[in-house]
């Protein structure tokens, strides 16, 4: 595994970690807190890195 390679497998593993945590999040907010559209924004965010992270 050349340097690239190491560098965007390790890319992957973090946004997945975020990924998770966003969503644990997401799901112990309450429904009532504005707090709730900036996670399920930035879930999005890190859903589509991750994405094109797969993709490359």
């Known amino acids: 595994m050349n340097a690239k390679e190491l560098e965007r497998e390790t890319l992957r593993k973090l946004a997945e970690k975020a990924l998770k945590e966003l969503e644990e999040a997401y799901r112990r907010?309450?429904?009532?807190?504005?707090?709730?559209?900036?996670?399920?924004r930035g879930k999005e965010r890190v859903r589509l890195m991750l994405d094109i992270l797969k993709e490359g």
Do not use: H, I, Q
């Open 29 to 40: 907010t309450p429904d009532t807190d504005n707090g709730k559209a900036y996670l399920f």
